[in-house]
């Protein structure tokens, strides 16, 4: 199929051509001739299958066929995403494919000073990409109203009731016309999510794109049965031994994913830590530098990391496994994106072997083990399905290299070799 055939205008279409796209996805080619028609629409599509210009194109092309309002320009479509960063994130696609088109976008989230906002959305805006909870407020500052919002867009549904945005979805629910077309796009299912919907949408197209629950089909899946102790050193040999350019390392804490990032650094590889407590000011940039590939690691929670877009990601690597098996869905949805490969690697500890059970179960299927990682061996013994007794540890693994020799097994002792040559190549 081509972009062409699905009746978008000559503005949106030059715009898709200048960013290379050969064809539709096919949530896009799914998508986009029922968003045109009006529909209401409920969209299993998880991150990474171009489901944002599966609603930026058709909602940019439904404000193109009316007359553009007076200024100052009442908000129109209204998107709200569950994170900053991919608030900004579809924002961004807003611009771009809607660079040929006159109208005007505005991203609001929290983090940041709320008046560049505010005067932002007093010349007027035609599409807002928000959070709730900096909307909210700027809605009761009377700085927003919603009351002429044609086109809502719930996007990551799933992840906005995680983070318990429920409350605020209802708030912002409550202030929208009751005419309006709703838009509601879900990585995975629930029955939160379908009695979400059943409040929203009116009699809704389903679309579905990749199985419920599953895991995108271009990503290639692993696990390396390995003590705690041992990950972080895995995990750097895996880098410098496959001469890894970029790879995003989940980590269960923030305090983990500093702790890591220090550790990593002193192995010679160049990262940085992504994470709630980060001023917007860091994320950004950290996200900045990974995209450029000034550094190879960005080690970040699921919070954070949630709506990264990075093209091509080649590599994930679970360091810990979630606690939640869907998460393990949103994080490997990081690679393999559009069509293109990706690798998904999770070091897996004893202790977290009830979670890869939950994650299986979800995936319906086993995740290949690597048999001989180098390190002493450990079974993964999956009929433990719930948490074992014995407290998770937390703790500082041993950073220095005496230490962590002492507590590998034989095996290691080619990959400290190897370490050797990573950190004098990466340096
Ligand atoms: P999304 O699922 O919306 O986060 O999009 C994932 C990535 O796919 C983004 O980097 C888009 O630029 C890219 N993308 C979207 N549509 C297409 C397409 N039709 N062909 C190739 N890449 C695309």
Redesign the pocket.
């Known amino acids: 199929m081509l972009f062409s055939e699905l009746g978008l205008s000559e503005q949106l279409l030059a715009a898709v051509a200048e ?1 290379g ?5 096919p949530i ?1 080619a799914q998508a986009i001739p029922v968003v045109l028609a009006g529909r209401d629409v409920m969209a299993g599509a998880q ?7 599966s609603f930026t194109l058709p909602l940019l092309q439904l404000l193109q066929s009316q007359a553009i309002p007076q200024r100052p320009r009442p908000v129109r479509v209204l998107i709200l995403t569950p994170t900053r960063e991919l608030a900004m994130q579809v924002y961004e696609s807003v611009k771009t494919y809607g660079k040929h088109l006159p109208f005007f976008a505005e991203a609001i989230f929290g983090g940041v000073s709320i008046n560049p906002q505010i005067q932002k959305l007093q010349r007027g805006t035609d599409i807002v990409v928000a959070t709730p909870g900096r909307l909210l407020d700027l809605i009761q500052q009377q700085h927003l109203s919603l009351a002429q919002v044609e086109h809502f867009v719930l996007d990551e549904a799933d992840r906005m009731l995680d983070m318990g945005f429920i409350r605020d979805i209802r708030k912002i629910m409550a202030l929208l016309p009751k005419k309006r077309q709703n838009l509601l796009f879900s990585a995975t299912y629930s029955p939160e999510i379908t009695a979400l919907s059943e409040q929203l949408l009116n009699e809704p197209v389903e679309i579905a794109v990749a199985k419920r629950n599953a895991a995108a089909d271009t990503v290639s899946q692993l696990i390396y049965p390995i003590k705690r102790e041992h990950k972080r050193e895995l995990l750097s040999y895996l880098i410098g031994s496959g001469h890894w350019q970029q790879v995003l390392v989940f980590v269960r804490t923030k305090h983990g994913a500093d702790r890591l990032c220090k550790q990593m650094i002193k192995d010679g590889i160049r990262c940085a830590a992504l994470h709630g407590d980060k001023s917007q000011g860091a994320r950004v940039r950290a996200l900045e530098d990974f995209k450029a590939g000034s550094i190879t690691a960005l080690i970040a929670t699921d919070i954070a990391a949630r709506g990264l ?1 990075i ?1 091509q990601l080649p590599h994930v690597v679970n360091f810990d496994l979630p606690q939640v098996a869907e998460d393990y869905v949103h994080r490997i949805g990081r690679t393999g ?2 069509g293109a490969e990706g690798q998904a690697i999770s070091l897996v500890d004893q202790e977290e072997a009830y979670l890869l059970a939950a994650i299986e179960k979800l995936l319906r299927r086993e995740i290949p083990r690597v048999a001989d990682t180098g390190y002493e061996k450990v079974s993964l013994n999956l009929s433990a399905t719930s948490k074992p007794k014995s407290k998770q540890t937390d703790k500082p693994v041993a950073t220095k290299t005496g230490n962590a020799g002492r507590a590998r097994a034989k095996p290691a002792a080619r990959h400290t070799a190897n370490r050797q040559q990573q950190r004098a190549k990466s340096r």
């Open positions: 960013q796209y050969q064809s539709p996805t896009q991150t990474g299958t171009g489901k944002t210009a877009d093209d994106r559009a």
